[in-house]
């Protein structure tokens, strides 16, 4: 923790939810009490204010990213405090919000703490779906509560999850009267350990074929290209100007603390990561770090310029040109110099791009 007291981003995870969503696999944790989520917010203000000091003054954080779980959960502002002297009116600071957190009060206290970005988990826009992916709440009232937040946030996207079994939506026309400045559109994971991925060995559920899920990613595509969105990473869309710096700068390889149960960090070559397991929840335990090599890092780095449109310069990698000249050869990819960009059918096989690099 000592060594990150430098990076210019925060990423603070909270491990809590209503109930677990079907699909999810993420760490988090359901029915903790109100006295156990203010303990932890409280061990987290008690870590930032030690970070804090060891800044120093004029060491602001340039990105804060609260991550869950559901963070409104908590009653934030003890954590909001000890963050305001990292806090300038260049912070970008990310809130992810369940909609059923939506309240005007929630609202309030976030504003009040310096939080200008909202990232709310929509995940669908069908009701069946989502009462099947244990979401607890109606198409109507994710778009009632998305209307809530941007009276009140300029800057304000959704997550959606493409793929879900039965999901029938094949029109996202709709989201034209949101206002959304941010849209990441996942496909669908099947991860081991989740009650969707049980129901799917049991013959429950069907999983759509890749096809399938590639054909309404396009259109997802489409709608948020036609709404003035640009898509600057292969899940994620903004408008211009309004790309989320913090993923931007972890994709970038820049360094940054991870606080919370669960969360994880870096600095340079040295990977952190955060297991509170079963202390108490008010004691933070000390990270377990893990240093990469040299080759591991800059490959990391790699992989995630080739997602994003900014691409991936190759220029003291010329063993890597004949594999990504051949994608330019399939129309996967565009060239410029010897900087290489995937097209949108390149983004559909990144991962087998990926793979033949590695080979390389
Ligand atoms: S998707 Fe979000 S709300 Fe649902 S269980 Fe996972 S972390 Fe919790």
New binding site residues.
């Given amino acids: 923790m000592v060594e990150l007291t430098t990076a210019p981003n925060l990423y603070v995870h909270f491990p809590f939810?209503r109930r677990?969503?079907t699909y999810?696999a993420?760490y988090?944790r359901c029915g903790a009490s109100e006295a156990e989520r203010a303990d932890y917010v409280a061990a987290l203000a008690r870590t930032v204010r030690v970070l804090t000091d060891r800044r120093g003054n004029g060491n602001p954080l340039a990105t804060i990213y609260f991550g869950?779980?559901?963070p409104a959960l908590c009653d934030l502002r003890p954590l909001f405090e000890a963050i305001a002297p990292n806090l300038t009116s260049k912070t970008e600071f990310t809130v992810e919000l369940?909609p059923l957190d939506v309240t005007d009060a929630n609202l309030v206290m976030l504003k009040a703490g310096g939080v200008n970005r909202i990232s709310m988990?929509v995940q669908s826009l069908d009701d069946a779906t989502l009462k099947a992916m244990g979401r607890g709440y109606a198409s109507v009232d994710a778009a009632r509560a998305f209307a809530r937040v941007r009276r009140r946030f300029d800057n304000a996207g959704i997550d959606l999850i493409v793929g879900f079994p039965g999901d029938p939506c094949a029109d996202y026309g709709c989201l034209d009267d949101w206002g959304l400045t941010h849209c990441s559109a996942y496909s669908l994971q099947l991860e081991e350990g989740t009650l969707l991925a049980l129901q799917e060995r049991q013959g429950k559920v069907d999983v759509p074929s890749d096809d399938w899920t590639l054909d309404r990613l396009r259109t997802v595509a489409a709608t948020l290209t036609s709404l003035g969105l640009r898509r600057y990473e292969i899940s994620n869309y903004a408008r211009p100007g309004r790309e989320c710096r913090h993923n931007l700068a972890t994709w970038r390889g820049e360094d940054y603390i991870g606080l919370g149960d669960g969360a994880s960090g870096r600095l340079g070559r040295f990977r952190t990561r955060n297991w509170w397991g079963q202390a108490p929840a008010g004691r933070a335990q000390a990270p377990e770090i893990e240093e990469v090599s040299e080759q591991t890092d800059d490959l990391e780095r790699r992989i995630f310029a080739l997602r994003m449109r900014e691409g991936l310069d190759t220029g003291d990698r010329p063993r890597w040109w004949p594999v990504l000249d051949r994608g330019v050869d399939e129309r996967l990819l565009m060239r410029d110099g010897r900087r290489y960009v995937l097209t949108p059918r390149g983004t559909e096989v990144c991962d087998a791009i990926l793979a033949d690099l590695i080979d390389a």
């Fill in positions: 939810c677990k969503c999810c993420l988090s869950g779980g559901s369940h988990g």
